[in-house]
């Protein structure tokens, strides 16, 4: 079924209940349905129909959120688009991906055909129903990331893949009709824009707090009694931990506060849970089949090293390289397969893919073994192991460990080629002021065997970031292959 189907049936039998609020206005669904019939009416009069492609490139704010609704009920394709993009960017996108309009909410973009939308163009107009088919559930959602060149390349999703995504957030997590959950990623991510849209289709609420955000901001909304749950990538839960001055967690009233995009090391999730909250719940995701595992918090402290274990409806294998699924405790690329997978890929080039020759399995990347309790550690993923003297070495184990040296804030580790090794070990680290290298040295031959000790150690102010906030290791290789 077309996911708008679910937010109307809200609109018609619960239709004063509050299913947004931004900046203290609220949206209830009745309203926010309104809203949604208006932007399909501009939508049609623009000629967009079945099966077109329609890139939304806004801030965050209620109308982007409820301009995704609007291109599933009339069957389109929705692309997401980061409104920071060049309009050489856009245009890229726009022809990688084929897309027959975007919707922006700035300045038309250059040489693209799109619309500006503001909610004062469509408060007042309705549209006949007719025009909105909501037994359509087929293509839905092409769910952006990065190729091998930089470039965009896409999942394609149906209304069927979204829906069981969310079901499994539901039975998963916990998420439900009385949840509500705060907003603080931008919507052209992909974890915050499912969770919102998955509050939207349940029948709770969304609070929208437009990032980017001041640690400050993020503890004014999260003190909020009413907010129930919310997602923070790892990068903005570090950013919180100096701001807790008692001896409880920060916010005792969240039920749910889930980081996904990058693992925490023990450590630092052993500081959450004592410093932020204690309903801390880990997420391992990825964009082309969305939830994978989910560690509870009542896990986390006995398996902080982990990412817990598949989500409903979900399988993992750990394979080699003949695919033969490996034993306990042993080292191989991570497979799943589930009703929220995609099935068909569009490449950077706007190739499209099927993957239905592997019976459904989908391998995100990652290197991981499977614990005799059933929970998945992430090792590192497939491409960034170095390879040492015919050694494989995983970085994620030396950052663990250089992540607990008192003088080190955060630290990325990466190969580098060396005629000698075939490659040898570099660690990028942000310091403290009194970063000693002997004192690390030393702490790194205590923990670590010679082989895995870094042969260098480059100080930075702060480590270069992504949009999504992740560290930017294809930057920090580029630097040292420039010097």
């Known amino acids: 079924m077309n996911i708008a189907a679910y937010v109307k049936n809200h609109a018609n039998h619960n239709g004063n209940k509050i299913a947004i609020i931004h900046s203290n206005t609220k949206y209830t669904y009745k309203k926010i349905w309104s809203l949604i019939e208006g932007v399909c009416e501009i939508l049609i009069s623009k000629g967009v129909a079945k099966g077109d492609r329609v890139g939304l490139s806004m801030k965050d704010h209620p109308l982007h959120l409820i301009a995704h609704f609007s291109v599933a009920a009339i069957g389109g394709v929705i692309v997401p688009i980061d409104h920071r993009w060049t309009d050489k960017e856009k245009q890229n996108t726009s022809i990688t991906f084929k897309i ?12 693209i055909e799109s619309i500006t939308l503001k909610e004062s163009d469509i408060s007042e107009k309705t549209s006949s129903s007719h025009h909105i088919d909501l037994d359509y559930d087929k293509e839905l959602l092409i769910s952006l990331s990065s190729g091998t060149t930089g470039k965009p390349k896409g999942a394609i999703l149906s209304h069927d893949n979204l829906y069981q995504r969310f079901e499994s957030q539901w039975r998963s997590i916990g998420f439900n009709r009385n949840d509500y959950f705060a907003l603080l990623t931008p919507l052209f991510f992909g974890a915050g824009r499912s969770f919102a849209m998955s509050m939207l289709v349940v029948g709770g609420t969304v609070e929208i707090a437009p990032p980017p955000l001041k640690p400050e901001e993020i503890i004014q909304i999260l003190k909020k009694k009413y907010i129930s749950a919310t997602f923070l990538p790892p990068t903005l839960l570090r950013r919180l931990i100096p701001f807790s001055l008692s001896s409880k967690p920060m916010f005792s009233q969240l039920q749910y506060l889930i980081y996904s995009g990058e693992p925490l090391h023990s450590e630092e999730v052993l500081e959450c849970l004592n410093k932020i909250s204690s309903n801390l719940t880990g997420y391992y995701a990825s964009s082309e089949g969305g939830g994978i595992s989910l560690i509870k918090p009542k896990e986390l402290r006995e398996f902080s090293n982990t990412v817990g274990s598949p989500i409903h409806q979900t399988e993992i294998k750990i394979v080699d390289d003949t695919d033969s699924i490996v034993g306990e405790n042993v080292i191989g690329k991570l497979k799943y397969r589930g009703p929220g997978v995609a099935t068909k890929f569009i490449d950077d080039k706007g190739n499209e893919s099927s993957t239905n020759k592997d019976g459904g399995w989908f391998a995100p990347g990652d290197l991981a073994m499977m614990l005799p309790s059933g929970h998945i550690e992430l090792i590192g993923r497939g491409d960034d192991v170095i390879i040492r003297g015919g050694i494989n070495i995983y970085p994620n184990e030396i950052e663990s460990i250089l992540s607990k040296a008192n003088e080190i804030k955060e630290v990325v580790v990466v190969g ?14 942000e310091t403290t002021n009194d970063f000693d290298p002997k004192k690390v040295l030393d702490y790194c031959k205590e923990h670590l065997a010679p082989y895995k000790i870094p042969e260098k150690f480059i100080k930075m102010d702060s480590l270069p970031k992504k949009e999504s906030g992740k560290i930017d290791k294809k930057q920090l290789r580029q630097s040292l292959i420039s010097s």
């Open 416 to 429: 580098h080629k060396d005629r000698k090794f075939g490659e040898t070990i570099i660690a990028f680290v």
């Open 100 to 111: 027959k309009l975007i919707i922006t909410d700035q300045e038309s973009p250059k040489n």
